[in-house]
Each structure stands twice: as C-alpha cells, then as structure tokens.
C-alpha cells in the first residue's frame, strides 16, 4: 500500500468528528465519527476525539493505524481563529503521529467542500453561527466567534435562549408552553436543577436542547417557532454583512449548511433562499481538497 495514494479529511466540530479516508480516485475507503473537537473549549478534547476517530478508521477498513498516519491529511478545527488554542493544537498533534497534514477552520473546509474547491460563501448553522467567503482577494469571515458571548442562531444559543425564558416561566415572568411545560418535568420542576445544570453545561449540552426545540416547533409551539425565526433573522443578518465584506460577486454562490439549517430555512426571506444552493460536497470533502491541493503545490 502506497501511502501517497490515500488521503484523510477530518472535520472537528464543535459537537462532533467525522473523519473519511479516500484513495486517490476518490473512492470512500472508511468513514468514522467521535466527539467533539473545539480547540477553543479543550485542545485535548479534540486531540482525543481525532485519535479515537483515526482508530476507528482504522479498524472498519482494516488498516493497520501507523499506516492510516502516513496518509496525507486535512483537517479543519472548530475555535482556529483562536491563536493560542491553535498554537497548542499543533504541538500536540504531533504526539498522534500524523506524517503530513495541513490545518485550517471548519468553516474553510466546509466552504471548499461546498464550493468543490471553487470561490464560494457558506454559512454554517451547527452548534455556533459562522459565514465565510473565499475568493480571489482572500478569506472573508462574519461570526463564528463562540459561545455564550456570539455564535447567536445556533443550536447552543436556542438551548441557551430556552433555558432563560424556562427560568422567566418559572418566575411567572413568561407565559406557558407544551415546550417549557416539557421542560419544567424534564428538570422535575426544579428551579434549582436548571440552575445547576446551566452552571456547568457546555456549548455542546446547550446545543441538545434545540433538538427539543425543532420539535415542539414542529407541534407549533409558540415560543419555539419564535426562537427558529429568530435563528433565521441572525442568518439574514450575517449573509448581507458577508457580502458587504466581501465585496461579493453576485455569480459567487451562497451554501447554508449544519445540522439546524434544514429547522430554519423555512423562515428565512424567500429573497435570500433564492440566493442558496445546495453544497456539492461536506467538510471533509473540503478538507481532502486542501491536503490534496497543498501537495500539489509542494511538487
């Protein structure tokens, strides 16, 4: 087996890993999945959560791993943008003992997988609310700088958002709903369990609340289908500022990704819905572009 001849894409979310490997033609070898890999919460999180995925990796395609770390690798972070976190990641991925790699942002790759390595603009609505442009003048990003202090329409900020109107409902400050009624149960009518719990709860835990919201909106729960429009208007707000920044070129397409995309779309303003188009590829495409074009660029 000739290590040149295969490549891995990783995609370290902020509530998830996926990582495939892919040979040179491009055919799908292995596909696997961990936890989360923010290296603005926890470098070593993420070093885990790689190394867990590689071995995985490793064992559905019956790869022996020190072969797996000769592969030419891309791999994209959440919490890059972050210089420190950043500097520790990459002396620490060294201890992995991947040969060859490139790093950037989740929301690069993700932008050239959209894109299929072309200029592009995504917004990618995960656990946190980034959009990003690439075209021939650079990289251009709005948003995407954490929770609890940014990352507003994003699965973590609807969990957060829940959280405080549960409190509001329990103070009597905010009028019921089947969600908060659900809530309230779930905490076994404890102002003091919401409370703990909120104390210690990270993005990732924030975000599992939205599942509960995409589903009571579905039920139309008042409250609910609020927070979804209002998650939809935080991504009006970052498509027109993207394209100010970047000066967009009205041929240069606009993809919305990430995993509560799909609970939104319906209420964004049907003059940017004509704007999206569906993304040609994933993250981990992105990431496979980049090794793949950063060794070409070496020859």
């Given at each position: 087996m ?6 891995v ?57 020190s072969q ?12 890059y ?12 991925i ?5 040969l ?32 990003l ?27 957060l ?23 309230q ?115």
């Amino acid at each position: 087996m000739n290590a040149s001849d295969y490549f891995v894409g990783i995609d370290g979310g902020g509530s998830k890993t996926h990582l495939r490997i892919v040979s040179s033609s491009g055919k799908v070898i292995a596909e696997s999945f961990a936890g989360p890999a923010n290296i603005r919460l926890s470098v070593d999180t993420a070093i885990q959560s790689i190394s867990e995925a590689l071995i995985m990796a490793s064992k559905i395609a019956n790869i022996p791993l020190s072969q797996i770390k000769k592969f030419q690798t891309g791999i994209g972070v959440a919490g890059y943008e972050v210089q420190t976190a950043r500097e520790e990641f990459l002396k620490k991925i060294q201890k992995i003992g991947i040969l060859e790699y490139k790093l950037q942002s989740d929301a690069y790759i993700a932008c050239l997988g959209a894109h299929n390595g072309n200029f592009g603009s995504i917004i990618i609505v995960g656990t946190g609310v980034v959009g990003l442009t690439i075209n021939k003048t650079g990289k251009f990003q709005v948003g995407g700088w954490g929770f609890p202090h940014g990352d507003e329409g994003g699965a973590a900020w609807l969990g957060l958002e829940t959280i405080r109107q549960l409190l509001h409902y329990c103070d009597g400050l905010a009028e019921p709903t089947p969600l908060l009624k659900y809530l309230q149960k779930r905490f076994a009518n404890k102002v003091e369990n919401i409370t703990e719990w909120a104390c210690y709860a990270n993005a990732s835990q924030f975000a599992e609340l939205a599942r509960d919201v995409f589903r009571y909106a579905k039920k139309k729960d008042k409250f609910a289908e609020f927070l979804l429009k209002k998650s939809a208007s935080e991504v009006e707000q970052i498509y027109l500022a993207l394209k100010v920044k970047a000066k967009h070129n009205p041929r240069n397409t606009f993809s919305l990704l990430g995993g509560v995309a799909p609970f939104i779309f319906d209420y964004l303003k049907p003059s940017i819905k004509k704007q999206l188009n569906k993304p040609l590829g994933d993250a981990c495409d992105g990431a496979i572009l980049m090794i793949r074009k950063h060794i070409n660029h070496l020859k």
